[in-house]
């Protein structure tokens, strides 16, 4: 049965405009900078992959990066803001983070994160994120459609996946934006997301 589901090309055009919109950033040189950063930009990357993957109707696998965006998301919003030193260092030689919950409780004690719009997202959606990389039972029900096994998503909840895959990608590059300390940029991508969610308050 085939989903009628068909990429919004502003959506390519959208990713575009983000990536291109950082390509020239100078950043300082630290470390922690360097691992902020990496998160940031690996957000990023997830963001295209999902596009990538809708654009040819490979759902499971784009509904299955929403959860790595997030993470990377936070992960490099932590280690920009929140981490010491010491973690930090840590972290760059393989260390695990704190679980997600801390480090948002982290962030949300800082001025930018203080109205705690990511505790909510998470209080919300993480456990579907978390079914969908996992291949939860709420994955599979997305494929069961009778006597067949085949994708069974609706559109409404594949353009769900590409609007929070475009607000957390646009995210992350404000978020290398402030490590450039880019005020120019930061604020002309979050006008963006104004624009593309409709939500110009």
Request: charged share 20%; hydrophobic share 45%.
């Amino acid at each position: 049965m085939a989903i009628a589901f068909t990429l919004d090309r502003g959506a390519v055009d959208y990713l575009n405009w983000l990536g291109n919109s950082i390509s020239e950033c100078e950043l300082p040189g630290s470390l922690r900078v360097r691992v902020a950063a990496s998160c940031l930009t690996i957000a990023q990357d997830h963001h295209h992959a999902i596009v990538a993957l809708l654009d040819h109707a490979i759902f499971a696998s784009s509904f299955a990066l929403l959860r790595c965006e997030f993470e990377a998301y936070v992960r490099g919003e932590w280690l920009a803001l929140c981490a010491t030193d010491a973690e930090v260092e840590k972290f760059s030689c393989g260390k695990e983070p704190p679980k997600i919950g801390n480090m948002l409780k982290a962030l949300e004690a800082t001025p930018a994160f203080s109205e705690k719009i990511l505790s909510s997202i998470k209080a919300s959606s993480w456990g579907a994120m978390c079914a969908y990389t996992h291949t939860g039972g709420l994955h599979v029900q997305r494929w069961g459609t009778g006597r067949i096994i085949e994708p069974n998503y609706s559109a409404d909840e594949i353009q769900e996946v590409l609007s929070f895959a475009e607000v957390f990608g646009a995210l992350a590059v404000v978020g290398v934006a402030s490590l450039a300390n880019n005020e120019t940029i930061a604020e002309a991508v979050l006008a963006k997301i104004k624009e593309r969610t409709g939500n110009e308050s």
